[in-house]
């Protein structure tokens, strides 16, 4: 076995909250990449509240950024392990999609990193989700440990 928890750091990039609204946009916040060579984006969702459906749905765009105050949607050459188009990694339009967990790899250059959650259509009632994101690949030894989660 291999030691992950001394190699790998956890950051809560969204807290668990329940998206409601009508066509609405959440910014998970944004992830300080220094020191590290990649990261691993995780998205769980609950038991959604309202029908999901082309027009009532949730998208998921990946985004980065050099300064942590103007974002870009990330390409296809800048991440792993999914596809993506105009920054959207995943979109839930059905209910048999959630619960569920999702995940992204990102080897792009950028310093900082955040998920865009678009709602469209009225949620009204709203489904579970929460954002985290994985730094990895340290470019110093000691660079993460399981003692430091931000």
């Given at each position: 076995?291999?030691?992950?928890?001394?190699?790998?750091?956890?950051?809560?990039?969204?807290?668990?909250?329940v998206?409601?609204g009508?066509?609405?946009?959440?910014?998970?916040?944004?992830?300080?990449?220094?020191?590290?060579?990649?990261?691993?984006?995780?998205?769980?969702?609950g038991?959604?509240?309202?029908?999901?459906?082309?027009?009532?749905?949730?998208?998921?765009?990946?985004?980065?950024?050099?300064?942590?105050?103007?974002?870009?949607?990330?390409?296809?050459?800048?991440?792993?392990?999914?596809?993506?188009?105009?920054?959207?990694?995943?979109?839930?339009?059905?209910?048999?999609?959630?619960?569920?967990?999702?995940?992204?790899?990102?080897?792009?250059?950028?310093?900082?990193?955040?998920?865009?959650?678009?709602?469209?259509?009225?949620?009204?009632?709203?489904?579970?989700?929460?954002?985290?994101?994985?730094?990895?690949?340290?470019r110093?030894?000691?660079?993460?440990?399981?003692?430091?989660?931000?």
């Amino acid at each position: 076995m291999k030691d992950l928890g001394n190699n790998l750091v956890a950051v809560q990039s969204l807290a668990p909250v329940v998206a409601s609204g009508n066509g609405t946009t959440t910014n998970s916040t944004g992830v300080d990449l220094q020191f590290f060579e990649g990261a691993f984006v995780t998205v769980s969702s609950g038991v959604e509240g309202d029908t999901l459906s082309g027009s009532l749905k949730y998208d998921f765009k990946l985004q980065h950024s050099d300064d942590d105050s103007t974002y870009t949607d990330c390409t296809q050459s800048e991440v792993t392990d999914v596809a993506i188009s105009s920054g959207i990694f995943l979109t839930l339009d059905d209910n048999a999609e959630t619960p569920q967990v999702t995940g992204i790899g990102y080897i792009g250059g950028k310093r900082y990193l955040r998920v865009s959650v678009v709602r469209t259509g009225n949620h009204s009632t709203g489904t579970p989700i929460s954002i985290t994101i994985i730094k990895g690949a340290a470019r110093h030894a000691g660079g993460a440990s399981t003692y430091s989660l931000a």
